[in-house]
Structure formats: structure tokens, C-alpha cells
Antibody
Framework: QLQLQESGPGLVKPSETLSLTCTVS??????????WGWIRQPPGKGLEWIGN???????HYNPSLKSRVTISVDTSQNQFSLRLTSVTAADTAAYYC??????????????WGQGTLVTVSS | EIVMTQSPATLSVSPGESATLSCRAS??????LAWYQQKPGQAPRLLLY???SRATGIPARFSGSGSGTEFTLTISSLQSEDFAVYYC??????????FGQGTRLEIK
């Protein structure tokens, strides 16, 4: 069974950079069928897609966050990472990593990590 | 950006009854729509994709319909574990991938 696990600091100061890593178990990381994505959820609110990366390094970002987001991949470690710069309190959220299936041109998130809460506060 | 609007915000239904949740897209998304279930403190779980195809392991009491701009998630014979928040997500025209704001299904 595929597993994804987020890791990184749970507290980030305003104006600093949020950095998270997702480690993927099992063997689908280098499959052309899948992308690897980040989604966030502010406390008590809905889901917001941040962006995706393919194991080849191809990325897609949410235009609303694009100027502050970088997603990178390390295929040797089966990991992908999120960097979000110049954070404010509005970036406080649970951050999820997930697998985006592109099988048959259907793009849905079929496996999710448990999520990690990141609080932006001084 | 395609805006997804879900209704109602909260739905109160008794166990054993059926629930119908709606999702509307601001422009046509064809059948490129997924539904997710989220319970408190947990990650979302994929229920349906392609508007009506159940994901692996999803019970048959979950069904989806619709295309274009109007979609429905129906849950028949509600069980206690079905009370949760449900989100729709479009992937017809992205980036960005967009989600609805969610419908909370609560016990009546």
C-alpha cells in the first residue's frame, strides 16, 4: 500500500520560508502516470491546491501562489518538497502531500499523507 | 479559474436515509470531477472520479452523476461513518485544480 509522509517544522515565523518534504513509499514514484502534489487546508476551512511535480521535474503551480512557491523532487530518495516564501498568518494550515493520478487523463488525488499543521507566528 | 460551488453548506440527515449533495461549476468541466470525503483530523479520501466512477474500496452506496456544470453525490442508506465533510474537485481546466468549499453532512 502506497504511503506518503510529510515532514518539516510545525512553526514558522512571519516573512520566513516554509519548507516541507514528502516521502513516498512503494514503487510508483517514477511512474509517468503520476504527479506528486501539495494541498493545504486552513483551520476550519476548505482545500486549496498548491501545485504538483512529476518525477521528471515538470511542475504546475496555483497562479495565486506561484510567485512564492517552489516544488522540487529528489528521485533518489523518493521525496518531493515544498518551499513557500514570505509567509504570513494566512499561510497557517494543514499541509497535505498527495499522489495525483493522470491515468486516462483523469486527474484526481488517490493517496494522501496524513497532513502536517504549520503555524505561522512569531 | 473554474469556481466550484457546493450546496448546501450543511445537510442534516438521519441514519438509514439518503443524502444528496450538489456541486456546480462556473463553466463546463465535462465529466472531469472528483468527490472526496474528509473526517475530522483526517486527510481527504477519494470517493469518485470521472463524476461517477467509484474509487477502489468505495461502497456501492456512494454514487455520482452529472456532467457539464451540475453534479450530484448521492449516499444511500447512510451509515454512522458517512457523516463527514464532502468536497468536489474539477480537473477539466487546470492549473489551477480547484475544490468546492465543502458540504458538511451531519446526523439529524
Amino acid at each position: 500500500q502506497l504511503q506518503l509522509q510529510e515532514s518539516g517544522p510545525g512553526l514558522v515565523k512571519p516573512s520566513e520560508t516554509l519548507s516541507l518534504t514528502c516521502t513516498v513509499s512503494a514503487g510508483s514514484f517514477r511512474s509517468s502516470t503520476y504527479y506528486w502534489g501539495w494541498i493545504r487546508q486552513p483551520p476550519g476551512k476548505g482545500l486549496e491546491w498548491i501545485g504538483n511535480i512529476h518525477y521528471t521535474g515538470s511542475t504546475h503551480y496555483n497562479p495565486s501562489l506561484k510567485s512564492r512557491v517552489t516544488i522540487s523532487v529528489d528521485t533518489s530518495q523518493n521525496q518531493f518538497s515544498l518551499r513557500l516564501t514570505s509567509v504570513t498568518a494566512a499561510d497557517t494550515a494543514a499541509y497535505y502531500c498527495a499522489r495525483l493520478s493522470s491515468y486516462g487523463r483523469q486527474y484526481y488525488f488517490d493517496f494522501w499523507g496524513q497532513g502536517t499543521l504549520v503555524t505561522v507566528s512569531s | 479559474e473554474i469556481v466550484m460551488t457546493q450546496s448546501p453548506a450543511t445537510l442534516s440527515v438521519s441514519p438509514g436515509e439518503s443524502a444528496t449533495l450538489s456541486c456546480r461549476a462556473s463553466q463546463s468541466v465535462s465529466s472531469n470531477l472528483a468527490w472526496y470525503q474528509q473526517k475530522p483530523g483526517q486527510a481527504p479520501r477519494l470517493l469518485l472520479y470521472g463524476a461517477s466512477s467509484r474509487a477502489t474500496g468505495i461502497p456501492a452506496r456512494f454514487s455520482g452523476s452529472g456532467s457539464g456544470t451540475e453534479f450530484t453525490l448521492t449516499i444511500s442508506s447512510l451509515q454512522s461513518e458517512d457523516f463527514a465533510v464532502y468536497y468536489c474537485q474539477q480537473y477539466n481546466d487546470w492549473p489551477p485544480i480547484t475544490f468546492g468549499q465543502g458540504t458538511r453532512l451531519e446526523i439529524k
